[in-house]
């Protein structure tokens, strides 16, 4: 065949005719005439080593031994490195390549370690490896080979060195520990007496602000209270005014209301008046108008008729008046007379004068009782009854007489009685 291939883990190298200087390729193809061109390959594969340095004595001729662990490749993408390379190690294994760059970064690390010193480079790792990195990487570069990466695996030795280095430092550490702890402790404490007083601070404050908080919100409240219940206030104040307008308005509708209908209710009584006025003046006025003509005619004849009648009766009136003069003269006389003997006999004449209407006073004191239609007696047992007991009754009041007489006029009938016998009798 012609045409070979080859990964991108792999360079192919053509030589020979008209391939001067050889065709390096790194992961493709290329065209190769048989029997006067030749086509090797190398492996561009990452190799690991494991770089092992046993009892290498430092720069205090401490004996310690190391391991390290490196990874390291052919460069492909390196013209000039991949043709360093295919001058050192065509031809040869993977194997024959990664003893190669064995042996060359042991010997690199070996001498790094006779520069340090066992605490450098055991507290310094870091700076051990990139001085072996370093000094490495500028010898295998030449050979085509660069180093991806080289970390410091192990670090022991047979002396317990690094044991009695460790106490001492594990001690060391112990100690700073305890005293880390201590004034962890002590830190703590001071900052959780510190975080307490700043958490009552905190508290208080908060209480201060939840008290001022809530003063304000009374305050707040009280006022919008105050606010509230005003337009509360002024609301029913002016509800029950509208209300009270409302009803006013209502009752001045009602009064206009009965104003109207009074006005149309004395409408229709002048109305009514007018009718009656009419009607009077139809069924009574005209009829009375007549009635009175009548009556006035009728009153003519009277008078007219009493004219003609006159002259006999005042005849007639002189007579009874001489008549009636007479009597009232007579009567004069008599009690003329009568005084004269009132003025005579005194006391006497008026005792004889109540005497005389002693009758009449029995006779009205019994007019009552004639006219009962009907009595009933009731006794206790120790009185008479019947008829007896009432004339008894009359009798008891008709000799009462004397002493309301006397008290009355103050004239005792008795006395009179025994001065003048004669006229008594």
């Given at each position: 065949r012609m045409f070979f291939t080859c990964g991108p883990?792999?360079?192919?190298?053509?030589?020979g005719f008209c391939r001067s200087p050889p065709v390096m390729v790194a992961g493709g193809r290329v065209f190769v005439l048989p029997c006067i061109q030749q086509i090797q390959r190398i492996s561009l594969n990452t190799l690991t080593l494991n770089v092992k340095s046993e009892k290498v004595y430092t720069r205090h001729g401490v004996p310690i031994s190391v391991t390290g662990i490196a990874q390291v490749k052919i460069q492909g993408q390196?013209?000039?490195?991949?043709?360093?390379?295919?001058?050192m190690f065509l031809g040869?294994?993977?194997s024959e390549i990664t003893h190669i760059a064995l042996e060359t970064l042991e010997g690199h690390q070996r001498a790094i370690m006779a520069h340090m010193t066992v605490e450098e480079i055991?507290?310094?790792?870091?700076k051990f490896s990139e001085q072996v990195f370093k000094v490495a990487s500028s010898d295998l570069v030449n050979m085509g080979i660069s180093v991806v990466s080289y970390t410091l695996k192990d670090i022991h030795d047979d002396q317990d060195y690094l044991h009695s280095l460790g106490k001492a430092r594990t001690a060391q550490v112990q100690k700073d520990a305890r005293m880390g702890e201590a004034e962890a402790k002590r830190d703590a404490g001071i900052k959780e007496a510190k975080a307490k007083q700043e958490k009552l601070s905190a508290q208080y404050l908060s209480e201060i602000e939840m008290a001022k908080a809530q003063r304000d919100y009374e305050l707040k409240k009280a006022t919008y209270d105050i606010e509230v219940n005003t337009r509360k206030a002024e609301s029913d104040l002016a509800y029950q005014l509208q209300v009270a307008k409302t009803k006013q308005?209502?009752?001045?509708?009602?009064?206009?209301?009965?104003?109207?209908?009074r006005t149309q209710q004395i409408q229709l009584q002048e109305q009514e008046i007018i009718r009656k006025e009419h009607e009077l003046e139809a069924t009574i006025k005209k009829p009375a108008e007549?009635?009175?003509?009548?009556?006035?005619?009728?009153?003519e004849a009277q008078r007219y008729r009493d004219g003609t009648q006159a002259s006999g009766t005042a005849v007639k009136g002189e007579a009874q008046a001489f008549a009636i003069e007479a009597k009232a003269r007579a009567d004069a006389e008599q009690m003329a007379k009568k005084a004269e003997a009132f003025?005579?006999?005194q006391d006497a004449a008026m005792v004889d004068m109540l005497l005389e209407k002693l009758p009449q006073v029995a006779e009205e004191i019994s007019k009552p009782l004639s006219a009962v239609k009907k009595i009933t007696m009731v006794s206790s047992g120790s009185e008479g009854v019947g008829a007896a007991k009432m004339t008894?009754?009359?009798l008891e009041i008709m000799s009462k007489l004397p002493d309301t007489v006397e008290k009355l006029t103050g004239i005792s009938i008795s006395q009179m009685s025994q001065k003048k016998p004669g006229r008594m009798s």
């Open positions: 883990n792999e360079a192919m190298v053509v030589s390196n013209k000039e490195m991949l043709a360093a390379a295919c001058q040869k294994s993977e055991y507290k310094d790792r870091k308005k209502i009752e001045e509708q009602k009064m206009q209301v009965l104003v109207v209908e007549a009635e009175r003509y009548r009556l006035e005619k009728l009153a003025q005579q006999y008894g009754e009359v």
